[in-house]
């Protein structure tokens, strides 16, 4: 079997994202699965720009999945998007 490409992701930790409950997805060890998790690159990152888009209708915490950037990510949609980014 090959082995699959890690899937990268960014999670912002800039101010706007931090305070609005990035630093909840930074525990992202205590709550991912660990199949995903080692499936997954993560790292923090500041400023993924989204929080600068006043058309935006998502709002801070911004995270970076591959080349895609979704807002308004809690816990429980990153759970989601990586395990769907993983199945892949
Ligand atoms: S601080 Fe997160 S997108 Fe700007």
Redesign the pocket.
Known sequence: MGKKEKVHVQI?V????FVQG?ADLLLYNDFLDPAVLCSCEIEGVS??????DAQSKDR???VRIGEKVYGSVNQEKLCKLLAEATRA
């Open positions: 912002c800039g101010t706007a994202c990035g400023c993924l720009g989204g929080c600068k801070p915490p911004y």
